[in-house]
């Protein structure tokens, strides 16, 4: 492993906050260099990102392009990057975001420029920090910093409830994520012997991994569990309390109904880079923390949990649909469809098979290119009319030929018609969920939200594109100018190239589904599964006195290649 290999995530990581340094210079009456030298640096952190998204190898080790060295050692804590094939992806859906978002605000956002693009900066930064934590306290630590940036971002630059909704948002996740700590701070303590203690992630999850097959076998074979003894029986008593407050803090985050009423209040009120933020990567931090810490840590409690969290991502998929068809607010009805796709990302992750799995991972990337495109799209008509309401629209397409195809388009990735990204996604969800032990019925009433998802979004469409041109005022819109059509391009490859050759992308995830199902499933009833055959290996700590592992052997050689 190179030493730039070590090294390619951190720069991906504070490349952004490089940039913000440097913008922290300029006046803030220089909005044009403001804007040019935050776009620069998206840009480049695009390149970076790509670059080590193709540098990792889906037949390679789990964790990869490591970079270890020590921190607060007294407590156990290290600075430790990495990424596996879930994480890398959603990398590559953050730098891609970037300067998109940049180019999308370029004439909306025209007070306190130079504030707005240090909050997106340092955003990007805690963002993809999150994504590749391999420290359980470094995550906590920025996942609590994404709070920041984004309620500014909605609070100071957001429309007329904006300071209610920002408001809301913070408290919504903020309760959430102090829960998490304390989950985080008994795991700790639990894990490990004073002397021994760590919140490196591989080192919790391999010392609950025999305590969770203790207790799995124990459950499965119908003994009593309460007689367990060390590890096994303190997790079996306050393993599903832990369960809890993780998953409590990521369903916020998702978010799951009946905890989604802040998101609709966010996305209405956010300014269009704040809506696509929030749609194409802060919404999938919660799936990303099920899979990552909530399910591993605790599989016992998520089998025990799996028919309550499955019901409320079925109910989550038809009441967002629902919601959708009484909407009158296009924003409101695009943030309503968040919380149905993103229950078809719950239920494929909860269903426990390879499809669902891969279809919920995949979703996840889907998610973030459709809904971000149609809030960037959106975006674009508020800035001519400023107005939310269908009934002010009608028959557009006649005057705006260029945005309607592109609007259809993403409306098709969306509902996902085969042969864009979406269908990928939400098949693999449903052939999962069918296959799964569910029941027929959970699959049934997820299918039904694909009808209703067609049926609100072509509804929505009509209303707006088609039909007799009803408004003087929408007699002289304008089309998507040069920079606007370039700013969408880029999602309108994607909902194609991913729709009809997702191998690619998939090549990626496939292994991390594999070891998120195995491990999901330790000690259930008819699992072989062993502890050896689940422990994770990572980059060792470097020696005292030095700053990294850089000659350390590659993680290639010290994984466990299953």
């Not at 030298?37 to 670059?51: A, H, K, N």
């Not at 038809?318 to 009805?333: F, H, P, S, T």
């Not at 459709?370 to 002010?392: C, I, N, P, Q, V």
Request: proline share 5%; net charge neutral.
């Amino acid at each position: 492993m190179s030493f730039f290999d070590t090294h390619l995530l951190n720069i991906v990581v504070y490349l952004p906050l490089l940039f913000a340094a440097l913008i922290w210079l300029l006046p803030g009456t220089e909005r044009g260099q403001i804007r040019t030298l935050t776009f620069i640096g998206m840009l480049v952190d695009l390149v970076f990102g790509v670059w080590a998204y193709m540098r990792f190898e889906p037949g390679g080790a789990e964790f990869q392009l490591e970079y270890r060295t020590r921190w607060l050692e007294q407590l156990g804590v290290s600075y430790h990057i990495g990424v596996d094939g879930l994480a890398i992806s959603l990398l590559l859906l953050t730098v891609f975001l970037g300067p998109l978002v940049v180019m999308a605000s370029q004439t909306y956002i025209t007070e306190r420029v130079k504030e707005f693009h240090l909050s997106l900066l340092a955003l990007q930064t805690v963002m993809l920090g999150a994504l590749v934590s391999l420290d359980v306290l470094l995550f906590y630590v920025f996942w609590e910093a994404m709070l920041i940036p984004m309620y500014l971002l909605v609070g100071v630059w957001g429309s007329e409830d904006r300071q209610m909704a920002a408001v809301k948002f913070f408290l919504y996740t903020l309760v959430g994520s102090l829960l998490m700590l304390v989950a985080i701070v008994a795991v700790y303590f639990m894990s490990s012997t004073p002397g021994n203690r760590s919140f490196d992630y591989a080192a919790i999850y391999n010392s609950l991994v025999a305590a969770n097959r203790e207790i799995s076998t124990c459950m499965a074979t119908g003994g009593d569990c309460g007689q367990l003894a060390g590890l096994a029986g303190t997790l079996y008593r306050w393993g599903p309390w832990l369960f809890a407050a993780f998953a409590l803090a990521f369903a916020i985050k998702v978010p799951m109904w009946p905890v989604h009423t802040w998101l609709p209040d966010a996305h209405v009120q956010a300014p269009v880079a704040g809506s696509m933020i929030l749609a194409g990567v802060m919404l999938k931090m919660g799936t990303f923390g099920f899979w990552r810490f909530a399910i591993p840590f605790f599989p016992a409690a998520t089998h025990q949990a799996r028919p309550f969290l499955s019901a409320l991502a079925v109910i989550g998929i038809v009441y967002g649909a629902l919601m959708c068809l009484a909407q009158r607010d296009i924003k409101k009805l695009i943030a309503y469809s968040s919380v149905s796709h993103l229950g078809y990302c719950m239920l494929g992750m909860l269903a426990l098979t390879a499809e669902g799995a891969t279809g919920s991972a995949y979703q996840m990337l889907n998610h973030g290119v459709s809904t971000g495109a149609l809030f960037l799209l959106f975006g674009f008509l508020y800035e001519r009319r400023h107005t939310r309401l269908m009934s002010d629209y009608g028959g557009i397409a006649k005057v705006v030929p260029v945005y309607t195809a592109s609007f259809l388009i993403i409306t098709f990735s969306s509902v996902a018609v085969p042969g864009t990204n979406g269908f990928v996604g939400e098949f693999l969800v449903l052939l999962g969920t069918f296959k799964s032990n569910l029941g027929l019925a959970v699959g049934a009433l997820a299918a039904l939200g694909v009808i209703l998802g067609a049926a609100y979004m072509l509804w929505m469409v009509q209303k707006v594109f088609f039909g007799p041109l009803t408004h003087r005022e929408n007699q002289h819109l304008s089309d998507l100018s040069l920079r606007e059509f370039a700013t969408v391009l880029p999602f309108l490859i994607l909902v194609v190239v991913m729709g009809l050759m997702p191998q690619p992308f998939l090549d990626r995830i496939n292994p991390s589904t594999e070891r998120f199902i195995t491990r999901a499933n330790l000690g259930a009833p008819g699992s072989k599964v062993q502890p050896g055959d689940v422990k994770i290996t990572v980059m060792p700590l470097p020696p005292s006195g030095m700053a990294a592992a850089p000659t350390a052997q590659p993680s290639g050689q010290l994984a466990d290649r299953r």
